[in-house]
């Protein structure tokens, strides 16, 4: 759960739970939109050249703020020959 995301409890009434629903749908619905731009944004990068440049790029900041973008491209990365 993230943290943004509103707790559900037992002492909440429905309408408290029925937010809180509604906003883990909405948030999820965000998540995966903001996914697939994200991949329609890196689907410019089509040869290996492109992507060894963008993986340099990406070294030089921290795996944890650069994991979507790595997990999309290993999919995609061509097999070495």
Do not use: C, K
């Amino acid at each position: 759960m993230n943290s943004t995301e509103p707790r559900l409890s037992s002492h909440d009434g429905p309408t408290s739970v029925r937010a809180a629903i509604r906003h883990r749908i909405s948030a999820r619905r965000e998540a995966r939109a903001a996914r697939r731009q994200l991949e329609s944004d890196l689907a410019a990068f089509t040869t290996q050249a492109d992507l060894d440049e963008l993986y340099a790029v990406l070294d030089r900041y921290p795996d944890s703020d650069t994991a979507p973008i790595r997990q999309i491209l290993n999919r995609r990365r061509l097999p070495a020959a």
